[in-house]
């Protein structure tokens, strides 16, 4: 058997990748795989933007809701999980259509991982311990000093990152950059085209970020990060927690920072993160670009078509669940 055909459908956060993804979705016969670090949480539904249930019933998608806030996962459970998923979704006669902004997950689906070390809880408690102490923005300065390349790739808010490259230096006592280097895994069974939904107008997106955190606000953000916070087990060290949004929110309701203050934080922290994922995008080779604003849908079907051949394997029209 051939390599599987699969769709890739990446973007800065507010860019339009759902409505895009259910456009296609409407004309081929997809499956979604979501390439999101929040939505695989249960519970996490407004701040992550997650799909409601009327979408989730009309498309199948897959990779959401499958953890509890409390337990982690890494780039290798995603590229695991997704490629169970891919195969699966392929085995139905559908076609795969990952679609999220979570780079580092498309790029070890994509790329493959290294055999770095895995988790260590250990390692990561004395970590947190030196981000209370210290902030995290010292943990990144001697993360530049012991590997320079990884720091400047890393934002020093970007805490989850930082944790990692420490980690993976305290643990193996190699940098993560040559960890980084060394070559991944094998050709994947799945051949990926790759659409990028990239916004040309900065200011624009950056305004979109504003009223998207206000309607997360009206749409009862704050309860849903309030319902977390009741849970004994759940902290701001964990994944979940930190992630961009739930981190002001729940500074936010422990009192240390205001209600504006959080407003502005998070649309500042959720900017930056848009930016971060715009400079993974320049990177990326073979990439069809397509502008946010304003893009043809039907040159993105003939690309698609071209992509999956003639194959009779597929055939027009949303998939029943």
Same mark, same amino acid.
Request: proline share 3%.
């Given at each position: 058997m051939g390599a599987i055909p699969a769709v890739c459908l990446m973007g800065p956060t507010a860019s339009g990748k759902t409505g895009l993804a259910l456009r296609i979705a409407a004309e081929f016969p997809c499956e979604i795989i979501s390439v999101d670090s929040v939505m695989i949480y249960r519970g996490m539904d407004i701040g992550s933007a997650k799909p409601d249930k009327t979408v989730l019933q009309t498309v199948p998608h897959h990779l959401i809701d499958i953890l509890d806030p409390a @337990?982690?996962?890494?780039? *290798?459970?995603f590229r695991a999980d997704a490629l169970r998923q891919i195969r699966a979704i392929h085995a139905r006669k559908h076609i795969p259509l990952l679609v999220g902004g979570t780079? &580092?997950?498309f790029s070890s689906l994509l790329r493959g991982l290294s055999n770095m070390p895995g988790a260590n809880a250990q390692v990561r408690e004395k970590i947190n &311990? %030196? *981000?209370k102490a210290h +902030?995290?923005?010292?943990l990144h300065a001697y993360l530049a000093g012991i590997d320079p390349k990884a720091a400047t790739q890393i934002h020093p808010n970007d805490p989850q990152r930082i944790q990692r490259a420490l980690e993976v230096y305290e643990v193996s006592g190699i940098p993560i950059s040559v960890w980084h280097a060394k070559s +991944? *895994?094998?050709r994947p069974m799945f %051949? *990926? &085209?790759k659409i990028a939904l990239v916004p @040309?107008?900065?200011g624009r997106l950056h305004e979109r970020i504003r009223q998207r955190f206000e309607v997360m606000l009206a749409d009862g953000f &704050?309860? %849903?990060v309030e319902a977390l916070r009741c849970r004994e087990e759940l902290h701001s060290g964990l994944p979940s927690i930190r992630s961009v949004g739930y981190r002001q929110a729940w500074s936010h309701l422990a009192g240390e920072c205001g209600y504006e203050a959080m407003c502005e934080k998070a649309v500042a922290a959720t900017r930056q993160l848009a930016k971060r994922q715009l400079t993974w995008l320049r990177g990326e080779t073979d990439l069809i670009r397509v502008r946010a604003e304003q893009y043809d849908i039907g040159n993105i079907y003939r690309a698609i078509d071209s992509h999956i051949g003639t194959s009779t394997c597929y055939t027009k029209g949303t998939p029943s669940r």
């Open positions: @337990e982690t996962y890494s780039a *290798a459970n780079m &580092l997950y &311990l %030196e *981000a +902030g995290w923005e010292a +991944g *895994a094998p %051949e *990926a &085209l @040309e107008d900065r &704050l309860g %849903e």
